[in-house]
């Protein structure tokens, strides 16, 4: 297998990361999430813009702060 050029990786977006903001419905912890980390789990249905709920520390649920 060849390794990947410092050209290609730069036109694969690979290192183009995105935040999300989440808060926790019931401590009001506040976070940002990876997008690679949001894109791995499916989608809540209680969530308008279809982002996933993710577990806060405080074990409430953490929520895209545009779905509160």
């Known amino acids: 297998m060849s390794e990947i050029s410092e050209e290609e990786i730069r036109m694969s977006g690979i290192y183009?990361?995105?935040y999300y903001n989440y808060r926790c419905r019931d401590c009001g912890y506040e976070a940002k999430?990876?997008?690679?980390?949001?894109?791995?789990f499916p989608p809540s249905?209680?969530?308008k813009h279809r982002m996933p709920e993710l577990q806060c520390?405080?074990?409430?649920?953490?929520?895209y702060?545009?779905?509160l």
């Open 33 to 40: 999430v990876e997008d690679i980390v949001v894109d791995s």
């Open 16 to 18: 183009d990361t995105h």
């Open 57 to 63: 520390f405080c074990g409430g649920d953490l929520c």
């Open 45 to 47: 249905p209680r969530s």
């Open 65 to 67: 702060v545009e779905d």
